[in-house]
């Protein structure tokens, strides 16, 4: 089992940073891939950004590709998503995501959710 808790989210003006951060509970969170969603208003949930257990792959959307990174510390049990260059259509509820394995883009393929957190993005 692995529980995840998401922080960092909040107002920035637009073309500003913000760094959201996922705590995950549970033993040998290296063996589990992590991905970053997220979700606007009257919107489906669209990926953003994945990676593997190890730390050494990584997968953007487009849409947010040259402006977020994503990261993780095993030894802290953390995933990390530097969101650079903020956009309006940046607005969504971001949620952390896990499963056992390889990373996909595919939401359904991750078993673990965190609650989310609210990125507003003004002008």
């Known amino acids: 089992q692995v529980q995840l808790v998401e922080s960092g989210g909040g107002l920035v003006q637009a073309g500003g940073s913000l760094r959201l951060s996922c705590a995950a509970s549970?033993?040998?969170?290296?063996?589990?891939?992590a991905g970053w969603f997220r979700q606007a208003p009257g919107k489906e949930r669209e990926f953003a950004a994945a990676?593997?257990?190890?730390?050494?792959?990584?997968y953007y959307a487009d849409s947010v590709k040259g402006r977020f990174t994503i990261s993780r510390d095993n030894a802290k049990n953390m995933v990390y998503l530097q969101m650079n260059s903020l956009k309006l259509e940046d607005t969504a509820v971001y949620y952390c995501?896990?499963?056992?394995?390889?990373?996909?883009?595919?939401?359904?393929?991750?078993?673990?959710w965190g609650q989310g957190t609210q990125v507003t993005v003004s002008s």
């Open positions: 995501a896990a499963k056992y394995g390889s990373s996909s883009r595919t939401a359904t393929l991750y078993n673990y």
């Open positions: 549970g033993r040998a969170f290296s063996s589990y891939a």
């Open positions: 990676i593997n257990g190890g730390g050494s792959i990584t």
